[in-house]
């Protein structure tokens, strides 16, 4: 089984920072793309910042200059710094891993997703 499990979440007033980290586990043969998304209430969900394995990254532009994302492929963790929080950032965040891996029987290649953790900013 493969296992994606976030952590880090928390409450933070404005212009705070959070670290989150996210680690997938299992029979792992490769990681490609990385990537944080955020889901608010009643909103679809939508992509923060995306690393690939060779260390390309992308982010939104509303995260830019704010957050910085970092993985470490010897542990196959993401890691998503977070810093100036704003109100507007407050939602679940969600990661997720592009992989090849084996179930027991077959090569996969799957998007996995995490469990989510919930980020709240406010005074």
């Known amino acids: 089984q493969v296992q994606v499990v976030e952590s880090g979440g928390g409450l933070v007033q404005p212009g705070g920072s959070l670290r989150l980290s996210c680690t997938t586990s299992?029979?792992?043969?490769?990681?490609?793309?990385m990537g944080w998304y955020l889901q608010a209430p009643g909103k679809q969900r939508e992509l923060v910042a995306s690393?690939?394995?060779?260390?390309?990254?992308e982010y939104a532009d509303s995260v830019k200059g704010r957050f910085t994302i970092s993985r470490d492929n010897a542990k196959n963790t993401v890691y998503l710094q977070m810093n100036n929080l704003r109100p507007e950032d407050t939602a679940v965040y969600y990661c997720?891993?592009?992989?090849?891996?084996?179930?027991?029987?077959?090569?996969?290649?799957?998007?996995?997703w995490g469990q989510g953790t919930q980020v709240t900013v406010s005074s």
């Open positions: 299992g029979r792992i043969l490769s990681i490609n793309v």
């Open positions: 997720n891993t592009g992989l090849k891996y084996y179930d027991g029987l077959y090569l996969r290649t799957r998007a996995l």
């Open positions: 690393i690939t394995s060779g260390g390309s990254t």
